[in-house]
T-cell receptor, first 114, second 112 residues
């Protein structure tokens, strides 16, 4: 069965600094998608970034980028120039290529200090 | 686009009462998902529909839970009878086939 593991329950970062959130997953599939979602205190789940497994290039969205290591089954999120508004729970999620079902990790709570 | 719409945003009810949560997906999206989020169990997929047809309901906790999607623009999740352990935030999400899911704002359910 596919599983997603986020081993860091909490992380903190100083404003303007860089932080990396870890995610590993277990699957026997070769085609799949990976996502990072952000859940601020408002509890709205917001898509941050997505990565297709067949793409070797790491996805980037403004200050957010991923380090996708397919062989190691690792998918970390790097937040550069952290802002106070980045404080939230971050969830890593996995989707098998030809299905719609998402499997979520347990989340990492990110605190940003001024 | 208004995004995924859920109602009510908050619901407080007494044990044994029937609760109905509602969801309007984004127009054009053909997949709809119901999730439950608690501190203990995290984010759990309860059921999802594709083209209004239930595809996977393996996450539905028990017979007290039921979900329907009578048309492409509306879905309900019903709990009857409700119990205190059902207290959670319930999310609805939709997606165009093969793409990422877009979440609604959630319904916070409290059963006393």
């Amino acid at each position: 069965a596919q599983t997603v593991t986020q081993s860091q329950p909490e992380m903190s970062v100083q404003e303007a600094e860089t932080v990396t959130l870890s995610c590993t997953y277990d699957t026997s599939e070769s085609d799949y998608y990976l996502f990072w979602y952000k859940q601020p205190p408002s509890r709205q789940m917001i898509l941050v970034i997505r990565q297709e497994a067949y793409k070797q290039q790491n996805a980037t969205e403004n200050r957010f980028s991923v380090n996708f290591q397919k062989a190691a089954k690792s998918f970390s999120l790097k937040i550069s120039d952290s802002q106070l508004g980045d404080a939230a729970m971050y969830f890593c999620a996995y989707r098998v290529y030809n299905t719609d079902k998402l499997i979520f990790g347990t989340g990492t709570r990110l605190q940003v200090f001024p | 686009d208004a995004g995924v719409i859920q109602s009510p945003r908050h619901e407080v009810t007494e044990m044994g009462q029937e609760v109905t949560l509602r969801c309007k997906p984004i127009s054009g999206h053909n997949s709809l998902f119901w999730y439950r989020q608690t501190m203990m169990r995290g984010l759990e997929l309860l059921i999802y529909f594709n083209n209004n047809v239930p595809i996977d309901d393996s996450g539905m906790p028990e017979d007290r839970f039921s979900a329907k999607m009578p048309n492409a623009s509306f879905s309900t999740l019903k709990i009857q009878p409700s119990e205190p352990r059902d207290s959670a935030v319930y999310f609805c999400a939709s997606s165009p086939e093969g793409y990422e899911q877009y979440f609604g704002p959630g319904t916070r359910l409290t059963v006393t």
